[in-house]
């Protein structure tokens, strides 16, 4: 590639002595900001431990997540292919979904999951598609398959056809104030009726809610999830709004569904 570039950390090691390969735990990225701060660059990129899930940092550090990286490679994708569907997880922030549309994409809000997200792009023909995880799966001139090293060559490609720096991108980009990922044990025999059961209410209530997998829900203060985890006994739970205020109601509604089926949202489980 051309350019000027620094790697970190390339003796393959599978204790991973300098930190966590989670590329979307702002934690394990502090050596990439330090190096881009350090060295001026442009941006950095990250990569899990099997080289499949994509993270990234601006050259301010700010971080930027799946659903981001994703409306930003939608960008050339569509160029090549005008109305085609992209596809992102259910809590992929509403901004993408927005800017798919805008970009003269189709896009599609599915279920959390590797191979449903694939399954689902075979059905849809769809060239891109990408969960919040940092998998990003690409059909357009490529196989279908989530490959982190192409998706940063991909990244590179766009940003070079949009014209302007990934800080600007990232700057221009609307401002949300949303949650992590919040994930809480609850007992393996109720996840999946805890969800049904806000369901019914919600649907009862007339709220505004997408049942694709999980509970989304849009309000005028913004969106919230609440979801099963396929692998392990938690849920999932995520908000977005315009404002902290509006966050905080967001909040208050989820711990409402909670407790009407008799939980609260304890302490966060592990991943």
């Known amino acids: 590639l051309p350019g000027e570039h620094h790697t970190l950390f390339t003796d393959v090691d599978g204790n991973f002595p300098n930190h966590h390969p989670d590329p979307t735990e702002e934690k394990n990225l502090a050596d990439l900001r330090r190096l881009v701060a350090d060295k001026n660059l442009?941006?950095?990129l990250a990569f899990d431990g099997d080289g499949d899930r994509i993270g990234a940092i601006d050259g301010e550090g700010r971080v930027i997540w799946g659903d981001q990286l994703l409306s930003i490679l939608a960008e050339p994708v569509l160029k090549k292919a005008p109305g085609a569907t992209i596809i992102a997880d259910v809590k992929a922030s509403q901004m993408l979904f927005d800017r798919v549309a805008e970009l003269g994409g189709e896009p599609l809000m599915w279920k959390t999951g590797h191979s449903l997200v694939k399954t689902k792009m075979k059905e849809?023909?769809?060239?891109?598609?990408?969960?919040?995880?940092?998998?990003?799966?690409?059909?357009?001139?490529?196989?279908?398959?989530?490959?982190a090293q192409y998706a940063a060559v991909q990244l590179i490609n766009a940003v070079h056809l949009i014209g302007t720096s990934l800080t600007e991108i990232r700057g221009s980009m609307p401002a949300f104030v949303n949650t992590p990922e919040m994930r809480f044990q609850v007992d393996e025999s109720r996840k999946f009726a805890v969800i049904d059961e806000v369901l019914a209410r919600l649907k009862a209530a007339g709220a505004d809610v997408n049942d694709t997998d999980g509970a989304r829900v849009n309000t005028p203060d913004g969106w919230w999830l609440l979801r099963a985890s396929n692998t392990q006994d938690v849920l999932v739970a995520r908000a977005e709004a315009r404002s902290q205020d509006a966050l905080d109601r967001l909040l208050a509604q989820i711990d409402a569904q909670l407790?009407?089926?008799?939980?609260k949202r304890g302490p966060q489980a592990a991943h």
Do not use: K, N, R, V
């Not at 407790?259 to 939980?263: D, I, P, R, T």
């Open 259 to 263: 407790e009407a089926s008799g939980l």
């Open 124 to 147: 849809t023909d769809a060239p891109l598609a990408g969960e919040m995880s940092g998998h990003i799966f690409f059909a357009q001139d490529y196989y279908g398959f989530d490959d």
């Open 42 to 44: 442009d941006f950095g």
